[in-house]
């Protein structure tokens, strides 16, 4: 007659260390693969959800408030991983984009890159001419110039009327982005496509309607 103080149990309910360690092992492994394949499924749907970055770096256009921009000011503004260069320009700088056409490579931008509204001697668009918008990459070998806004710097000479200068190579450009004969950039500074949102905003790497 069995002792009634003993519960008769399940085969592998009884507390054997062998078979709950088994037990145990066989749980985790089972929970493990389940969640790996759960997680697997789960990946592309939850990338799916995210905004490509490569998408952006490709091609996305970028907003700039050009608000607090002054006259004879520029900003940079990174778009498809390039510096673009928004200058707000004077009278004066813009009057001196006539005087240099002489020396410069290719004055009418025949060559370089621009949309159709920029095929101009301002190199923009026409309701807001005193704005350039350019990419800040030479086209020599992709050094980034630096500004010499300053007419007759002493480090450009007597003659200079204002302008960017490559610091690698020494090609120099007038504040129309377009590059001066007998140095190395073979092309002016290409314009990307932009247009204006408002009179303080502007978004590049579109232009459509």
């Not at 519960?7 to 969640?35: F, Q, S, W, Y």
Request: charged share 25%; net charge negative; aromatic share 6%.
């Amino acid at each position: 007659m069995s002792n009634p103080s003993e519960a008769t149990l399940p085969p592998g309910a009884g507390g054997g260390d062998d078979v709950d360690e088994t037990r145990r092992k066989l749980l985790l492994a089972t929970c493990i693969a389940g969640g790996a394949a759960s997680g697997a499924a789960a990946w592309p749907f939850l990338a799916s959800m995210e905004p490509s970055e490569r998408a952006k770096a490709l091609g996305a256009p970028v907003e700039a408030d050009i608000s607090a921009l002054a006259p004879g000011e520029q900003m940079i503004v990174e778009w498809q991983g390039k510096p673009v260069w928004v200058v707000r320009r004077t009278q004066e700088m813009l009057a001196s984009l006539k005087k240099d056409e002489a020396r410069l490579a290719d004055p009418s931008s025949r060559r370089s890159d621009q949309p159709e509204y920029a095929q101009n001697e301002w190199r923009a668009r026409e309701d807001h001419k005193d704005l350039l918008v350019v990419v800040g990459i030479c086209t020599h070998l992709g050094c980034s110039p630096t500004s010499k806004f300053a007419p007759g710097d002493p480090s450009m000479g007597a003659d200079w009327l204002g302008g960017f200068l490559c610091p690698c190579h020494g090609s120099k450009f007038d504040l129309a982005g377009r590059v001066y004969a007998n140095f190395p950039a073979p092309d002016n500074l290409p314009i990307p496509r932009y247009k204006f949102l408002s009179d303080a905003k502007v978004l590049i790497g579109d232009d459509k309607a």
